[in-house]
């Protein structure tokens, strides 16, 4: 049973580009979150997809925005790359918005972003 | 808003020591609270939760109970081990939004050595 996958493992980009991360959540889960840790960091919560919709949001600017597909995984997307915006980008699946006892959340390993 | 308070670490202890590392929390309401564990080069796992006042989870040799008088979810082992090495994080989760929403602290490293 595949747990959460993310690519790519490693990304460089430069300031002022833009960046998509991808996510495929645990089988059998519906609902996407999105995590940024920073460097020495807790994980800060991005947003969560769940029916393909943004369901809710952290406190994150409208540069990172994101996407959720009919087989529900995710794609991260961040435009106008800041250096503040390197990161471990982690995906995190459940099995609908409010989890529940018994569907906590499942991490994938990250995407490593390096913004130079 | 919510908040997680970790002590700092890194945490250095032989193996077979006990372990504590505190976590605080401020939160309105009744939040459940969470363990995290990340090992190198990995995503968190979960490693215990508790979801009301005095209970205590428990997993692995580890534990730690919700305690709401002193808002207070310590994580504790009675022998750790090499391979406990890892950045532990506390974590709650605000009833109204849901588990999948979680506010950490930002984690406490623990070294084990031989």
């Known amino acids: 049973d595949a747990g959460v996958t993310q690519s790519p493992t490693h990304l460089i980009k430069t300031r002022g580009q833009q960046v998509t991360l991808r996510c495929s959540p645990k089988s059998g889960h519906d609902t996407v979150s999105w995590y940024q840790q920073a460097l020495g960091q807790g994980p800060q919560f991005i947003f969560q997809?769940?029916?393909?919709?943004?369901?809710q949001r952290g406190n994150f600017p409208d540069r990172f925005s994101g996407h959720q597909f009919p087989n529900y995984s995710s794609e991260l997307n961040v435009n106008a790359l800041l250096l503040g915006d390197s990161a471990l980008y982690l995906c995190?699946?459940?099995?609908?918005?409010?989890?529940?006892?018994?569907?906590?959340?499942?991490f994938g390993n990250g995407t490593r972003l390096t913004v130079t | 808003g919510d908040s997680v308070t970790q002590m700092e670490g890194p945490v250095t202890l032989s193996e077979e020591a006990f372990l504590t590392i505190n976590c605080t929390y401020t939160a309105t309401g009744y939040p459940s609270l969470f363990w995290y564990v990340q090992y190198p080069g990995e995503g968190l796992q979960l490693l215990l939760k508790a979801t009301k006042a005095d209970d205590k989870g428990s997993n692995k040799g580890f534990e730690a109970t919700y305690r709401k008088e002193t808002t207070s979810f310590h994580l504790e082992k009675g022998s750790v081990q090499v391979s406990d090495s890892a950045v532990y994080f506390c974590?709650?989760?605000?009833?109204?939004?849901?588990?999948?929403?979680?506010?950490f602290g930002k984690g406490t490293m623990l070294l084990v050595s031989p």
């Open positions: 974590a709650l989760s605000d009833m109204n939004s849901g588990y999948s929403t979680l506010t």
């Open positions: 997809y769940y029916e393909e919709e943004e369901r």
């Open positions: 995190a699946s459940s099995l609908g918005t409010t989890g529940g006892y018994n569907s906590p959340l499942h």
